[in-house]
């Protein structure tokens, strides 16, 4: 228990308090250890600030019991209110006061303001020390960033929400600011939330990363582990960009728009549905012959994605950019050697 900073168990939320509507969040299981920094990531709508603003008790839960650093904060018998949390929160706006400088933003949720021990300790881990006397609008987006996860730190919270922090940054600053997250933390002994819709940066500083989708965790898992074992298809697809393909049982064996899928002798019989490979496992030729065809070409710096209408499937497919094929060129396509694929359900991983 002691190494857990927050526990969420058998949550569930509807806004519509009525028996027949939907679940927005549903049976939500999930721990934070003490140091840890927990993705949330889903797609757009599948709940992820319903949860956080559960957590920080702007929302109360329909069923199931919070815990913060051993101490029960949301349950059927008792709702702690957000001030009673000692939660700190970062949101994409940054919300600061934009008529106070940069110290008195951090000292504003002090209980003690003559306690500029930890502002002080703060302001050094974010790297504002030199700009104490600076308003808001004289920082740039980072700073104003730094300033606001100094504040959420500063009443001596170790727990903070981050909601989409990085969200209004430019490319350049979100790399840099993203990668001394964890550090700055560290810092300061603290765990955290943070909501993202992007698996990169989730998978990128998380220590774990909680997987979403209509109101449901599908996996919850450090990062290697779900590149590894992605334990559903939506998983597999949301994380790794992974293709889905359907599988059709042909006695023992089982055919898919990419041809014959080989399985491992003990899943002969197992009722395999679908497949999921990743686009740098598929390889695409030129061919008159073929139904494939080239729907589309996208240069991504060091490689090309290719959209390929094949069977009624659209398949992405990985290559080098020296490829010569356009939109509408017939082509064919196959699974490279030494690569692997993911079959469901179970995901079970077979290597060619
Ligand atoms: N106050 C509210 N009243 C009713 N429904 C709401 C309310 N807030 C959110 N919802 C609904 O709950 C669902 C989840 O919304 P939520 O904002 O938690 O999703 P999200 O994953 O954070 O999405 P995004 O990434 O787009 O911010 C959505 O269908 C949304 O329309």
């Not at 002080?120 to 104003?144: A, I, W």
């Amino acid at each position: 228990m002691k190494n857990d900073a927050l526990i969420i168990d058998d949550l569930h939320h509807k806004y519509d308090k009525q028996e027949c509507s939907n679940w927005i969040l549903n049976e939500i299981n999930l721990k934070i250890e003490n140091g840890e920094l927990l993705g949330l990531l889903g797609p757009s709508g599948c709940g992820k600030t319903t949860l956080l603003r559960l957590i920080a008790g702007f929302e109360y839960p329909s069923k199931g019991r919070i815990s913060l650093n051993d101490k029960e904060i949301s349950s059927r018998k008792k709702i702690l209110s957000p001030e009673k949390r000692n939660i700190g929160m970062v949101f994409q706006d940054y919300a600061l006061f934009p008529h106070l400088t940069v110290l008195e933003n951090v000292i504003f949720g002090l209980k003690n303001k003559k306690d500029r021990s930890r502002v002080d300790y703060l302001l050094n881990v974010v790297g504002l020390d030199s700009f104490v006397g600076r308003y808001p609008h004289e920082l740039s987006g980072g700073q104003k960033q730094r300033l606001a996860i100094a504040r959420a730190l500063a009443p001596g919270t170790n727990f903070i929400l981050l909601d989409e922090p990085f969200c209004s940054l430019d490319m350049h600053v979100k790399l840099k600011l993203r990668s001394e997250l964890p550090n700055i933390l560290k810092g300061c002994n603290a765990s955290g939330l943070m909501v993202t819709h992007d698996p990169e940066e989730a998978m990128s500083i998380c220590d774990k990363v909680a997987v979403m989708k209509d109101g449901k965790i599908h996996q919850i898992d450090t990062p290697i582990n779900l590149l590894n074992n992605p334990k559903t298809i939506f998983v597999s697809s949301f994380i790794l960009g992974n293709n889905i393909i359907n599988l059709k049982k042909n006695g023992n064996s089982y055919s898919s728009c990419l041809g014959e899928i080989n399985c491992s002798e003990y899943l002969k019989n197992t009722n395999i549905k679908n497949m999921s490979i990743s686009p740098k496992f598929i390889s695409i030729k030129r061919s008159e012959s073929d139904d494939a065809i080239v729907i589309s070409k996208e240069f991504l710096g060091e490689y090309l994605i290719y959209k390929v209408f094949i069977n009624g499937n659209i398949l992405r497919v990985r290559t080098d950019i020296n490829n010569l094929l356009n939109n509408g060129d017939k082509c064919t396509l196959s699974i490279n050697k030494n690569s692997f694929y993911f079959l469901y359900p179970g995901a079970y991983k077979e290597y060619i």
